[in-house]
T-cell receptor, first 114, second 113 residues
Framework: LAKTTQPISMDSYEGQEVNITCSHN???????ITWYQQFPSQGPRFIIQ???TKVTNEVASLFIPADRKSSTLSLPRVSLSDTAVYYC???????????????FGKGTKLSVIP | DTGVSQDPRHKITKRGQNVTFRCDPI?????LYWYRQTLGQGPEFLTY????????KSRLLSDRFSAERPKGSFSTLEIQRTEQGDSAMYLC???????????FGSGTRLTVV
């Protein structure tokens, strides 16, 4: 499984755009990049997944350069409620009968300041 | 169906006691996972079910741990002879065949005193 490296923590003011970068130098050809968000005392919540270029949904955008050795989660105009831990995961999507284990690192603790 | 449900949310037990947690996945999801999370760490994989069959177990799952998923619906995780090192958040997640993103429950926080 490809290992990921992301900052331990980040601070941001309300209303700013936040970009969290994740390095995954050993990403495999069939690996996807997935981001989860976790609030205290809750389970992680799926935010976004991508394979290459750019993916956007109602919550965030995910930018993946051509070499796919890194990715950037972009959160537009953060609010206090975006304070959470954000995890970057890399792995192949499920196919066949095998499981799809998620390998979490320590994540990035984002603190949004009023 | 409102998501993955876990019960209880919190459990405090004395060392040496047995505890059992329950997970109700999203009804149409045939894949169910248990993870454990300690303070400051990301969740760690424990075990995986496809329908009623337990197909994978982590080395983290010692002999004191047992998980079941009768009839491929809800699942239980039992810890026998609890130890202080078992104190953690136990998370359940489910996904369908397409596996596009897990849905996690809110977890059961176990404290062994």
């Amino acid at each position: 499984l490809a290992k990921t490296t992301q900052p331990i923590s980040m601070d941001s003011y309300e209303g700013q755009e936040v970009n969290i970068t994740c390095s995954h130098n050993n990403i495999a050809t069939n690996d996807y990049i997935t981001w989860y968000q976790q609030f205290p005392s809750q389970g992680p919540r799926f935010i976004i997944q991508g394979y290459k270029t750019k993916v956007t949904n109602e919550v965030a955008s995910l930018f993946i350069p051509a070499d796919r050795k890194s990715s950037t989660l972009s959160l537009p105009r953060v609010s206090l409620s975006d304070t959470a831990v954000y995890y970057c995961l890399v792995g192949s999507s499920y196919s066949g009968a095998g499981s799809y284990q998620l390998t979490f690192g320590k994540g990035t603790k984002l603190s949004v300041i009023p | 169906d409102t998501g993955v449900s876990q019960d209880p949310r919190h459990k405090i037990t004395k060392r040496g006691q047995n505890v059992t947690f329950r997970c109700d996945p999203i009804s149409e999801h045939n894949r169910l996972y248990w993870y454990r999370q300690t303070l400051g760490q990301g969740p760690e994989f424990l075990t995986y079910f496809q329908n009623e069959a337990q197909l994978e177990k982590s080395r983290l799952l010692s002999d004191r741990f047992s998980a079941e998923r009768p009839k491929g619906s809800f699942s239980t995780l039992e810890i026998q002879r609890t130890e202080q090192g078992d104190s953690a958040m136990y998370l359940c997640a489910s996904t369908g065949m397409e596996n596009y993103g897990y849905t996690f429950g809110s977890g059961t926080r176990l404290t062994v005193v």
